[in-house]
């Protein structure tokens, strides 16, 4: 007994700061990227052809893009630059509301996730509680979704929760591609939540199918059936830009 | 037949080396079956065994068995139709394998005492299935008849594929009298997303990230293994410094799911003070891997021929005087399972496997170490930068949740020596630019093995004419290990299950692929 009360004395307070306080994440972190494509070499598409997933493309218009959604933040893009066209920051704020926020274009400014209609805030600003689905998410996302409920975050400290049924649950987070053998699973259990149902689609795969899209055995993310009210890119998103995502759902940072 | 045994024949291969596709001899099945079954006899593992498409109406099946003693792999093949006497009888580590070389290419092994798909999916060759599934039947996850007990008061339990905590997911079968379970079957394949095939042709720019991704929290294991199939096909050389930072980013990813599986287990047992020192003590870790290279989980790190981050002296100090305070809190918070009795009574004699049935089944990494097996890729098939650096196998004898605790516990240990030892060793030079454009050498096999931190990661590749991958086979450690999950259910409360299945830990996606 002694020793559990030394060992509480030694570990010490943990929990961070955030959202008071700035997040202290590593110089080689790779956040919102900074978009100039006008510094781009006539002719170049050294980044298009480095990139894995298409993220960096052009759009129904012919402009080129970078698309958050479909990104793995790998930085392959940015190392193949001659120009630095592609820079990625240490920003970790990457959440937003509409799929197309994803998108930036020539000096685009991400627009980030704006807090929940008055009626939804009243419903769940206080108290919100998620079920995690996993359909195809090879556990990095789920790992970093768990670590939210760690000292370290303490996700509780802000009304959150993660729950073990989706019958107590206000919303689903949802990782993977949607492989096609939990596509029903996934439909059952958002049938399964009380309506409101929030979701959040956390990390390149439920957005996009992230390296995944476009497989047969795969869905290229949280079907069209399921609307998403969260989109949270990364290969998988930061601790820290997931609980900044649900901050802001929640109206908890401006 | 004069009755004398013929002479086994295999090519004799040294993993992350390549070889000649035409040196590896093609047998006739009788003659396949008995090198199989006489080498894995003489204390053989099988690493990998998997069929690959010929024409129409076949299959070649490959043999990759790993031979510790002489730190060598043997491959042999042999060309089989429709069916095959299933070996499975004979040898239970073939049990999975040929379940998947059932499911993959629509060849029935004959015999089999348990023949189901492992992952739910269509069947690869065109008209061919094991089950007589037409092309376009529908095929559901765990829609299969599941092995039953009889009797008064007996029960069946079904739980998942979507579970209480934030896990992969997977469909768990009980078979219980009161709280006792008579048995557990595991049905898998929710997470199947079909990454070994998306990889023939390859490699490509995509080819990197799905193998980063074939289970995430093994991204530097796997990303390594393949990467070492690059460079002995294409006959890359990787810098010293590169190898050196690799073998760091495994270990720190080895420190942080130990870490964090000995917090799961605690808190599985109700033991909630290092349940949450550690969860940050894990997230620690990760962080030190995103020190090296901007992710949590070594995404970007490993590329075939080098690594894509630097470390210079600036750097490699913030990481010294990390990973200290971090181990400082890891021995505090872990210490205290040891001397709590009531979490000693609940991991002692919980969950226990036999030597011999570890053995039996072909179990690899902590849960094999925890039975008393001398086995781990680092020291039997020094790769990399475990060929000067010596790792010390950490083994247990009782086969138990403690046994699979206490062996994570000294592997930390260890794991930490390594990197302390490797931190200190790293040249100041800067990483040397990547030579460009190596080709891959055509019609050649190579292996690549490493230690992730659940086992022996196994990836296979065979490139054809062009000097592309013509196939491509990975085999992660949890392929041989959820079958020792069920064993280690039987005769076990039903209320022990998560207990059981945290000491093992395996990766759902990592199975499923």
Redesign the interface.
């Given at each position: 007994m002694l020793n559990v009360l030394k060992a509480r004395w030694h570990q010490g307070y943990r929990t961070i700061p955030y959202p008071r306080a700035a997040p202290s994440l590593p110089d080689r972190f790779r956040g919102v990227p900074q978009v100039r494509f006008s510094l781009c070499p006539d002719g170049c598409r050294a980044c298009m052809d480095a990139c894995p997933t298409g993220a960096v493309g052009t759009d129904d218009h012919g402009k080129r893009r970078i698309d958050l959604g479909r990104c793995l933040f790998c930085g392959e893009c940015s190392a193949a630059c001659p120009a630095e066209a592609i820079v990625f920051t240490t920003d970790h704020q990457l959440a937003v509301r509409e799929r197309r926020d994803l998108c930036l274009h020539e000096g685009g400014v991400l627009k980030r996730a704006a807090a929940l209609e008055k009626k939804m805030l009243r419903l769940f600003g206080r108290s919100l509680k998620f079920r995690q689905v996993s359909a195809g998410g090879c556990n990095a996302c789920e790992a970093d979704i768990n670590v939210l409920t760690t000292i370290g975050f303490d996700l509780g400290r802000f009304g959150i929760q993660i729950v073990a049924s989706p019958r107590h649950a206000d919303g689903l987070l949802v990782t993977g591609p949607v492989t096609r053998n939990m596509a029903l699973a996934l439909q059952k259990t958002y049938a399964a939540v009380p309506a409101p149902c929030l979701v959040v689609a956390v990390g390149a795969c439920a957005i996009s199918g992230g390296p995944y899209a476009g497989l047969p055995d795969q869905n290229n993310g949280v079907p069209p059936a399921i609307p998403v009210d969260l989109y949270i890119p990364g290969c998988p998103p930061h601790p820290i830009t997931i609980l900044d995502g649900f901050l802001r759902l929640l109206n908890k940072i401006a | 037949m004069d009755g004398k045994p013929m002479p086994d024949r295999f090519l004799r291969l040294h993993p992350n080396a390549k070889a000649l596709l035409r040196d590896v001899p093609v047998l006739a099945f009788d003659r396949f079956r008995d090198t199989f079954l006489s080498q894995v006899a003489a204390g053989a593992r099988v690493s990998a065994y998997f069929a690959s498409p010929r024409g129409a109406d076949s299959v070649r099946l490959l043999a990759v068995l790993s031979q510790p003693v002489s730190a060598t792999l043997a491959v042999f093949a042999t060309d089989v139709g429709a069916s095959f006497p299933a070996l499975t009888p004979d040898c239970s580590q073939a049990h999975w394998f040929e379940r998947e070389i059932a499911e993959q290419w629509g060849v029935v092994p004959q015999g089999h005492p348990w023949l189901k798909p492992i992952?739910?999916?269509a069947s690869y060759a065109p008209n061919r299935d094991a089950w007589q599934r037409r092309p376009g039947d529908p095929i559901?996850?765990a829609d299969w008849d599941f092995f039953r007990a009889h009797g008064a008061e007996v029960h069946e339990v079904a739980v998942g594929?979507?579970h209480?905590?934030?896990?992969?997911?997977g469909h768990f079968r009980f078979q219980c009298h009161g709280e006792n379970v008579l048995h557990l079957e595991i049905s898998l394949?929710?997470?199947?997303?079909?990454?070994e095939r998306?990889l023939i042709g390859g490699p490509d720019?995509?080819s990197?990230?799905?193998v980063e991704?074939?289970?995430?929290?093994t991204?530097i294991g796997h990303a390594i293994a393949h990467s070492m199939a690059v460079e002995a096909l294409a006959g890359i050389k990787v810098p010293a410094k590169a190898q050196i930072l690799r073998g760091i980013m495994l270990e720190l990813e080895r420190l942080a799911n130990h870490t964090?599986d000995l917090g799961a287990l605690a808190g599985d047992v109700g033991f909630l003070?290092t349940l949450?020192?550690c969860?940050?003590l894990?997230?620690d870790f990760l962080?030190m891997t995103?020190?090296?290279?901007?992710?949590?989980?070594g995404?970007?790190m490993v590329r075939p021929g080098t690594v894509?981050?630097d470390a210079d002296k600036e750097r490699i100090q913030r990481l010294t005087e990390h990973l200290d305070q971090t181990m400082?809190?890891v021995r505090?918070?872990v210490?205290?399972l040891w001397?709590?009795p009531s979490v000693m009574a609940r991991f002692e004699h919980t969950g226990a496997l036999t030597r011999e049935a570890a053995a039996a089944l072909g179990l690899v990494g902590v849960a094999a170490r925890a039975c008393g097996l001398e086995q781990d890729v680092r020291t039997d098939f020094p790769f990399g930068v475990y060929r000067f650096a010596h790792v010390p196998v950490s083994t247990w004898d009782t086969g138990d949740v403690f046994a699979r605790a206490w062996v994570r516990w000294m592997e930390i240990q260890r794991s930490y020596e390594f990197i302390w030892d490797n931190l200190m060793a790293l040249p100041e030079d800067p990483l040397p630019p990547l030579p460009l454009g190596a080709e891959l050498e055509p019609d050649a096999i190579v292996v690549s093995l490493t230690e992730g931190w659940r086992g022996e990661i196994c990836h296979v590749a065979l490139t054809d004419a062009a000097g592309r991958f013509a196939h491509y086979k990975v085999v992660d450690p949890s392929f041989h290990n959820w079958f020792g999950v069920a064993m280690a259910l039987r005769n076990q409360q039903i209320s022990d299950f998560p207990l059981c299945n945290k000491s093992f830990n395996l990766?759902?996606?990592g199975h499923?692929l």
């Open positions: - | 992952r739910f999916h559901r996850p594929p979507v209480a905590g934030v896990i992969e997911p394949g929710y997470q199947h997303r079909g990454v998306t720019a995509r990197i990230h799905r991704t074939l289970a995430g929290d991204t964090g003070p949450s020192y969860g940050r894990r997230g962080n995103a020190l090296l290279c901007g992710s949590r989980f995404r970007g894509r981050f400082r809190g505090s918070a210490s205290l001397e709590t990766s759902y996606c499923d």
